[in-house]
């Protein structure tokens, strides 16, 4: 189900990326492995979900996982990752802290756009790679990554660069990049919820990262709600007769509130059931997560990181019980 | 209690000529910023024009979208006034705003410019600079009453107001010309330490991303230079007009803690550039049918039908209640944190909607549950 060893997780904001992000990692870390989470976008969203302080540009253990594994999170930023990157080649030293002051590595990540997303990407690469005394340092690594909008763009940093930069080590970094995210090693899933703008995007970033030969993972189902009523018909006789069963007044107003929910929810079904045969025909593995219906906390995380283990997709938990 | 927002009042309102509709992602902006427009155009008989961003497909070939081609189409089925409706195309918006300003022949230099390609097409913050920028286009032409101008999806809402100031200053080109400059090191200045690191900086740029790119870079400068002046005064307009009383904000959101808390940063913000923010639309809210019967004795209810072994389709009814009752308890909560927190902050409701909307009757659905 996940045997990629770098992890990059995309889709529309708003469905839910960054908490299917933060669950696989949990979920690879299961067993005595370590894992690492990154996030680019500078938006905090590791920190937010764990209730923790803002990340700095450091990998720190942000969770144990079952089993004795950890995970351990990292907000890359493209100026501390371009300093990085210039102390290891050049040596700056204390120039670099000048230059910072002067705002030149604000506007040397700025200035070409692609060069930003080679310094991202080569540090995620970096560590998806990276070993210690012949060994991995990450069983795994997952990207919270940019949004299903931008995501060709920031994974196909090749193009990008090779049009501006044709020589020079920003070439050979950014070949070595994509030589990765081209490979096995590398597996893109695509988060969704079953609702129109969001499915159709997912449709729309699975054929293109196709057509630019980046591997495709599985589609992630996210938020997915309990088929309740399946099968069945709702009337408005049945629910009179239900209600008294249970022991509960069947007036009219009962009756007529709970049937028009009914109708509403089978509805929606039926459009969540449509939006599924769409997302089934991009013939990739689909895996739902349930809606947790007390929000996504470090409890709701362990189940989501268990369901993901599991391949997803199995009967869903009932969160209403 | 919090103000009720009348939004009926603010599209009759001649004075308003734009309404801007901006949040969070996913909470249905734009689908709002249309049915606005189309309730401004039959209800209140004003000729109007949406300038969407990044429409569902449906629901653009419900306004008759087919493409990206920066014309505002009149929209066919609107009954009782006009309404035109455009998409951005954000790459020809901004090779109309160099022709705007420079020669054809400098023009067309510009446009081969791989750097010019990359960031008119790349550049995060081109997107809101130019919704921004063909806002004060629609605006310029006094061709219309209302512009109802929904807000690119950005990693930040509020990258829309920052985007023209950052790009102007990206093209004010400070450090470009440093970069560019043949480095002059030495000399006994109190910047020859800052010099001297922008020496090694230049000279480690060239080795990085070699000479090609620093005459590219170098040919893109020179040929926007000209330009510079042009780009801050556009951006400073359109800024100013935001900040106008002609200007109606409308923050949409949904009832869920990371988009309001998103929606209140927002607020803070508008009041901060003292842009006039008329309202919160609370969107996809959920309402119970059956408010007599709350979720636990519905579970109760759904369990002891489980007993009994009969009654599944009542059983699974009040199961999905209950769920709607305890969503909508949640909801309210973080709703009323969001009410005590900016209790000057008029607020609309529109109750979340059984399927997607995509077309006329939909979003006069919405427009209705807006105004009332």
Same mark, same amino acid.
């Given at each position: 189900m996940w045997p990629a060893r770098l992890h990059v997780v995309t889709g529309k904001g708003g469905t839910g990326k960054t908490t299917v992000a933060a669950a696989l990692a949990l979920a690879l870390a299961t067993g005595g492995q370590r894992t690492l989470l990154v996030e680019v976008e500078g938006r905090q969203g590791i920190a937010q979900l764990f209730d923790t302080m803002p990340l700095p540009y450091e990998e720190l253990r942000i969770a144990s996982a079952p089993g004795g594994g950890e995970v351990r999170a990292l907000a890359v930023d493209a100026e501390e990752a371009l300093m990085e990157y210039l102390d290891l080649f050049y040596k700056l030293g204390r120039a670099g802290k000048a230059l910072r002051k002067l705002g030149a590595i604000d506007f040397a990540t700025t200035v070409a756009p692609g060069m930003r997303d080679v310094l991202l990407t080569g540090k995620i690469k970096e560590a998806t790679t990276r070993s210690f005394d012949g060994r991995r340092v990450y069983h795994a690594v997952v990207l919270d990554a940019p949004p299903t909008g931008r995501i060709g763009r920031f994974l196909n940093v090749t193009a990008e660069t090779a049009r501006l930069a044709k020589l020079g080590p920003i070439k050979t970094q950014s070949e070595g990049v994509a030589a990765i995210l081209r490979s096995p090693?590398?597996?893109?899933?695509?988060?969704t919820l079953l609702e129109e703008m969001p499915v159709q995007e997912t449709v729309d970033a699975v054929a293109e990262l196709s057509a630019l030969g980046i591997p495709i993972g599985n589609i992630v189902v996210n938020a997915a709600r309990p088929a309740l009523l399946a099968g069945t018909k709702v009337t408005r006789a049945e629910l009179r007769r239900g209600l008294a069963a249970a022991g509960l007044p069947d007036d009219r107003a009962l009756v007529a509130g709970l049937h028009s929910e009914a109708a509403a929810y089978l509805t929606r079904q039926e459009l969540e059931e449509s939006l599924r045969a769409e997302l089934a025909e991009l013939g990739r593995p689909l895996v739902e997560l349930p809606l947790l219906s007390a929000g996504v906390d470090r409890t709701g995380l362990g189940t989501l990181a268990g369901v993901l283990l599991a391949g997803g997709g199995g009967p869903v938990p009932d969160t209403l019980a | 209690m919090p103000p009720q927002l009348d939004a009926d009042a603010i599209l009759a309102d001649n004075s308003i000529r734009i309404v801007v509709c901006c949040g969070p992602g996913g909470v249905g902006k734009t689908t709002t910023a249309a049915a606005l427009a189309l309730r401004a155009a039959e209800l209140h008989g004003r000729h109007t024009v949406v300038l969407t961003i990044d429409p569902a497909r449906r629901l653009a070939q419900s +306004?008759? +979208? #087919?493409? =990206?081609d920066n014309t505002p189409r009149q929209v066919k089925g609107v009954a009782g006034g006009e309404l035109f409706a455009m998409m951005l195309d954000m790459k020809r918006t901004f090779d109309e705003v160099v022709l705007a300003h420079t020669d054809p022949n400098r023009a067309e230099e510009i446009f081969a410019n791989p750097f010019y390609q990359a960031m008119s097409s790349t550049f995060s913050g081109t997107q809101e600079y130019m919704a921004m920028?063909? =806002?004060? &286009?629609?605006r310029a032409t006094n061709e219309w009453d209302l512009i109802v101008v929904d807000t690119p999806p950005s990693r930040s809402a509020l990258d829309f107001l920052d985007a023209p100031a950052r790009l102007a200053r990206f093209l004010d080109g400070r450090m470009l010309r440093l970069l560019l400059a043949p480095a002059r090191a030495g000399g006994r200045s109190v910047f020859s330490l800052m010099t001297a %690191?922008?020496?090694?900086?230049? /000279? #480690? #740029?060239? /080795?990085?991303?070699?000479? &090609? +790119? +620093?005459?590219d870079l170098s040919g893109f400068v020179s040929a926007l230079d000209s330009m510079f002046g042009g780009f801050r005064e556009r951006a400073e307009q359109t800024y100013r007009i935001l900040q106008d009383r002609e200007t109606a904000f409308f923050v949409v959101a949904a009832p869920e803690?990371?988009?309001l808390r998103e929606a209140a940063f927002f607020s803070r913000r508008l009041g901060e550039e003292r842009m006039p923010l008329a309202g919160l639309i609370l969107n996809k809210v959920h309402r119970v049918e059956a408010p007599a019967l709350s979720a636990d004795e519905s579970l109760a209810a759904a369990a002891v039908l489980d007993e009994l072994g009969d009654h599944t %389709?009542?059983?699974?009814? =009040?199961?999905i209640h209950a769920a709607l009752a305890q969503q909508t308890v949640r909801e309210n909560r973080v709703a009323a944190e969001f009410r005590a927190a900016h209790p000057t902050v008029p607020v609309a409701t529109v109750a979340a909607l059984a399927s997607d909307v995509h077309d006329l009757d939909g979003l006069r659905d919405i427009g209705a549950a807006l105004t009332g």
């Open positions: 090693m590398t597996s893109v899933h695509v988060v | +306004l008759g +979208l #087919v493409e =990206l920028e063909k =806002l004060g &286009q629609l %690191a922008s020496a090694m900086f230049t /000279k #480690v #740029v060239h /080795k990085i991303v070699g000479a &090609q +790119l +620093l005459t803690s990371d988009a %389709a009542t059983a699974g009814t =009040l199961r």
